[in-house]
């Protein structure tokens, strides 16, 4: 299991920020859009609190981001990988 100060989970809690902030929302704004108090979001964002899948498709959809663009890069390069191969046997 990862902790959470994993490189992995605190390049996604880094990409959670930018994804934030490239939206032009304060964390009190996200909070509002998520049903949080302001707290949650600032807990995520400092590792003090994990977030989970539920939670962060609801961050994706209120920064108006792909969930996948909020994983770290090693694991969208798998996912892409995955879905190449899935295609591929599709076709």
């Known amino acids: 299991m990862l902790t959470s100060r994993d490189p992995d989970y605190l390049e996604f809690v880094a990409n959670l920020r930018r994804a934030r902030k490239a939206s032009s929302l304060t964390q009190e704004q996200l909070a509002s859009q998520l049903g949080k108090p302001q707290s ?3 807990k995520v ?12 498709a609801h961050w994706a ?10 994983l770290p890069i090693a694991l969208r390069r798998k996912v892409d990988v ?3 191969t899935t295609n591929q046997q599709d076709e």
């Open 40 to 42: 949650f979001v600032a």
């Open 45 to 56: 964002e400092t590792c003090e609190r994990r977030i989970d899948l539920l939670e962060t």
């Open 61 to 70: 959809i209120a920064t108006k981001r792909p969930v996948l663009d909020l």
């Open 82 to 84: 995955i879905q190449a």
